[in-house]
């Protein structure tokens, strides 16, 4: 089956700690997309990518690093220097080749940060 | 970035009732898409718009685009339990989509 799966969907980590989060889709999707979405309210771009080895930072870069190493693959680290990480983070993949294509969620990871 | 605006960010409706949320936007937008979240889970993709005053239908779902192409809406006919969850809109950007608040959809048996 396609699709994008992230992992795991509930992680707790303690204050202080980075943590990565994982995304691999098997779209055969150019770009890639996180997000980050807290209770009751819109999904926060956080950083994209359209292409391998390249990514750029969205509305709350601040705290989160990526890498896109794999087209498959795009893994988010959410860092110390992140104030308030405890949120839902949903990863998504779009095809680059014309714009306004329809973007797919992951299943999202739940981030609890003691 | 440039935003959407949505409203209203809750509502409560009896099943069997009709459900709309509205879209703006302070400039033209190129296209505008819409998502459904169910609670817990993820946006799954419902419909995008691209023409000036475009209608589209999918079963009691009813999405329109304004002439302006500054605002859209989604209307739902005679609400079912099955259509709880939040929903937004998205303007396209390139590759990027900027989203809306999100409205809320509680529907009460």
């Known amino acids: 089956d396609g699709g994008i799966t992230q992992s795991p969907k509930y992680l707790f980590r303690k204050e202080g700690q980075n943590v990565t989060l994982s995304c691999e889709q098997n779209l055969n999707h150019d770009a890639m997309y996180w997000y980050r979405q807290d209770p009751g309210q819109g999904l926060r771009l956080i950083y994209y990518s359209q292409i391998v080895n390249d990514f750029q930072k969205g509305d709350i870069a601040e705290g989160y690093s990526v890498s896109r190493e794999k087209k498959e693959s795009f893994p988010l680290t959410v860092t110390s220097a992140q104030k308030n990480p405890t949120a839902f983070y949903l990863c998504?993949?779009?095809?680059?080749?014309?714009?306004?294509?329809?973007?797919?969620f992951g299943p999202g990871t739940r981030l609890t940060v003691l | 970035g440039q935003q959407v605006m949505q409203i209203p960010q809750y509502q409560h409706v009896q099943e069997g009732e009709d459900f709309t949320t509205y879209c703006n936007s302070s400039t033209t937008l190129s296209n505008i898409q819409w998502y459904k979240q169910r609670p817990g889970g993820h946006p799954v993709f419902l419909i995008q718009l691209v023409k000036s005053g475009e209608v589209k239908k999918q079963k009691r779902l009813t999405f329109q685009f304004g002439e302006a192409k500054k605002n859209s809406s989604l209307h739902i006919t005679a609400t079912q339990t099955t259509d709880v969850g939040t929903y937004f809109c998205a303007r396209n950007a390139g590759n990027m989509l900027t989203f809306g608040g999100g409205t809320r959809l509680m529907v009460k048996p």
């Open positions: 998504a993949s779009s095809t680059r080749s014309s714009p306004g294509d329809t973007q797919y």
